[in-house]
């Protein structure tokens, strides 16, 4: 059964740092691409973060750009998003997505929620 | 970046209504377009992908055509369980993958 279990979430002040990581199981983490996603408490779902099964190829969305970092560790099958300078519009419940063979996400992790605020 | 705009924003429908959402492309996108249902408290869930093929294990009340630029998502059949928040996903082009705004169905 494929899993994937992200943790790190928390209260941070703003300006802070945070690391969330995604733990995957039951599938071949090294072949699959894999994203972070967000939701603001009561708005839609936005993309955050990209990156390829060998973490080659990485993008990043304009709202995040220069301040986040996605990384993976094949080997531990897990994949993780640094969050440096954050802002209280970085509030969210942070999903990993795994990226299908058809292209879109097919599985999904149960979140972690950031809370900025001072 | 490709938009998606979807509507309606929300919906209101009672059990055993046909209720169909849209979504459209500001470009062509092919078929590379995926559908979620989302419940409050959630992570999304893919009900379609690849615009019309139906996932596996989910409820063939379900259904979704298109190509291009416009998709829709058609619940033939409202159940009860079907009252949640539905989104479309664009993949054709990115970065961004962008989503649409979503439409949140709720009951009559």
């Known amino acids: 059964e494929v899993q994937l279990v992200e943790s790190g979430g928390g209260l941070v002040q703003p300006g802070g740092s945070l690391r969330l990581s995604c733990a995957a199981s039951g599938f071949t983490f090294s072949s699959y691409e894999m994203n972070w996603v967000r939701q603001a408490p009561g708005k839609g779902l936005e993309w955050v973060s990209y990156i390829s099964s060998s973490g080659s190829t990485i993008y990043y969305a304009d709202s995040v750009k220069g301040r986040f970092t996605i990384s993976r560790d094949n080997a531990k099958n897990s994949l993780y998003l640094q969050m440096n300078s954050l802002r209280a519009e970085d509030t969210a419940v942070y999903y990993c997505a795994r990226v299908s063979s058809y292209g879109s996400f097919d599985y999904w992790g149960q979140g972690t929620l950031v809370t900025v605020s001072s | 970046d490709i938009q998606m705009t979807q509507s309606p924003s929300s919906l209101s429908a009672s059990v055993g209504d046909r209720v169909t959402i849209t979504c459209r492309a500001s470009?062509?996108?092919?078929?590379?377009l995926g559908w979620y249902q989302q419940k409050p408290g959630k992570a999304p869930k893919r009900l379609i992908y690849?615009?019309?093929s139906l996932q596996s294990g989910v409820p063939s009340r379900f259904s979704g055509s298109g190509s291009g630029t416009e998709f829709t998502l058609t619940i033939s059949s409202l159940q009860p369980e079907d009252f949640a928040t539905y989104y479309c996903?664009?993949?054709?082009?990115?970065?961004?993958?962008?989503f649409g705004q979503g439409t949140k169905l709720e009951i009559k």
């Open positions: 470009q062509g996108i092919r078929n590379d």
């Open positions: 996903l664009q993949h054709n082009s990115y970065p961004p993958y962008t």
């Open positions: 690849a615009a019309s």
